[in-house]
């Protein structure tokens, strides 16, 4: 593993000179401090509690080198004619931005891609950018974990593009914004993403990002994190769609920081063949902030699926929502883990997770693991935890209805998603309802 950290560290100083950014300091700060990091902890491994679950050999045992351009070309059957709801939609090919397509919008929205707001109005992006550092684990023994975030780090060290949204004060942003991200990779190489959202006092925002990998032989290793901040009494919709190939390692990281009166929605859906982390990181910084976080993993095949969520409620009065959808067939593999941190200043919180697994074969597992930590007197908290199989009974029922098998077991796993996917505004529902017919025909 040292001498696989020592290839990055030296890619990273081979290389650093074409990435974005180096001229500001600040940010050349964060990218040192993240390949710093890597090349003190590596990739984590099962000694570290929220990586235990599965192996990542691919991760572990390859060297992935930047991605350059390629000889491939984007499929544009991947490009679907945008919705007439969505004011703004941004396309990236392979890491790279390819198109800018807008209505009209209103004054006080900024779109745009990373590398251009690094060009234009740098200091915008100060603060915004988060360090490793801030995504480190507080431990109940008071210590500071900074192990598990050395994906963020590679992330902080390597970025080369990604999206910044900015919405201003009392904004209502009308529909909703896309970004598209559409990656086939030559072997062995990586690409990561950063991208920042960021809703001034009262603002209010919806965005789809959607994530689709094409590479159909090679290893690849890509990673998206967004930081997010909604200001107070702002309002943010977030949604994260990911298809992921057989040959491909995604790891997606949302961390959010939510402020009084402010409120933050997601819901993440996962289709992969391959291996995909998805994260979600909410800090709800003062009173009666509040989040609701959804999230379906849809395995077939090989596939090996990470779902993780983590909530802390900083302050009075603040309210969370977890729900979590699990659905595996043939051999494939998942883990969740949701946590629900309540600091001793945080009376008056009100916290519910769940997660529900549904495993179609035999040689299907799932692994779950929720958790409370709660330090103050005055809360209202609850999780919950189920794994299991098809309903025989109800099988029985709708074949005795007429039905057949396949087409009543069909009914009956819908209807298990369905839970997550009915809470989407209704400019999404026909995308998932599709994710979800696409994972039958797996």
């Not at 819901?267 to 800090?283: D, F, H, P, S, Y």
Request: net charge neutral; hydrophobic share 35%; with cysteine.
């Amino acid at each position: 593993m040292k001498n696989l950290q020592h290839k990055y560290y030296e890619s990273y100083n081979d290389n650093s000179h074409l990435l974005p950014g180096l001229d500001i300091s600040w940010l050349k700060k964060i990218r040192e401090e993240g390949i710093d990091h890597f090349k003190k902890y590596g990739f984590p491994d099962k000694s570290v509690e929220e990586w235990n679950n599965h192996s990542y050999k691919n991760l572990t045992d390859n060297y992935f080198k930047p991605h350059s351009d390629s000889k491939f070309e984007i499929n544009s059957n991947l490009i679907e004619k945008r919705d007439s709801k969505c004011s703004i939609r941004v396309i990236f090919f392979n890491g790279k931005i390819i198109n800018i397509e807008s209505d009209s919008l209103p004054e006080g929205v900024e779109v745009n891609s990373l590398t251009y707001f690094l060009k234009n109005n740098s200091d915008f992006l100060k603060d915004k950018i988060s360090s490793p550092k801030e995504y480190s684990e507080e431990r109940l023994s008071n210590i500071i974990d900074s192990r598990p975030q050395s994906i963020v780090a590679v992330n902080a060290a390597f970025h080369q593009e990604g999206a910044v949204i900015h919405i201003k004060k009392n904004v209502k942003m009308p529909g909703y914004i896309e970004l598209l991200h559409i990656g086939k990779y030559n072997k062995n190489t990586m690409q990561h993403m950063r991208s920042v959202v960021f809703l001034e006092e009262g603002s209010e925002c919806e965005v789809l990002e959607n994530i689709v990998n094409d590479t159909e032989n090679d290893l690849a290793f890509t990673s998206n994190v967004t930081d997010i901040n909604v200001s107070k009494g702002a309002s943010l919709s977030f949604h994260c769609f990911i298809k992921g190939s057989s040959n491909n390692i995604h790891i997606n990281n949302i961390h959010g920081e939510i402020h009084k009166d402010s409120q933050f929605n997601s819901t993440t859906i996962v289709k992969a063949l391959g291996q995909v982390r998805a994260e979600n990181r909410i800090n709800l910084l003062a009173e009666n902030s509040s989040t609701k976080i959804d999230m379906l993993l849809l395995g077939s095949k090989d596939a090996l699926l990470e779902g993780l969520t983590k909530v802390k409620h900083a302050k009075n009065n603040s309210t969370s929502n977890q729900n979590t959808r699990v659905i595996l067939n043939e051999n494939s593999k998942a883990s969740f883990q949701g946590k629900i941190r309540v600091n001793k200043e945080a009376d008056g919180t009100l916290a519910n997770m769940s997660c529900k697994s549904l495993l179609l074969s035999n040689k299907a597992r799932v692994n779950s693991k929720p958790e409370l930590e709660i330090l103050a007197d005055d809360v209202k908290c609850s999780h919950g935890v189920t794994v299991g199989n098809l309903s025989i009974e109800q099988l029985f029922y709708l074949r005795s209805r007429g039905i057949p098998e396949k087409e009543a077991r069909k009914l009956l796993v819908n209807s298990f998603g369905n839970i997550i996917l009915d809470d989407l505004n209704t400019n999404f529902i026909g995308r998932a309802k599709n994710i979800m017919s696409d994972y039958f025909n797996d």
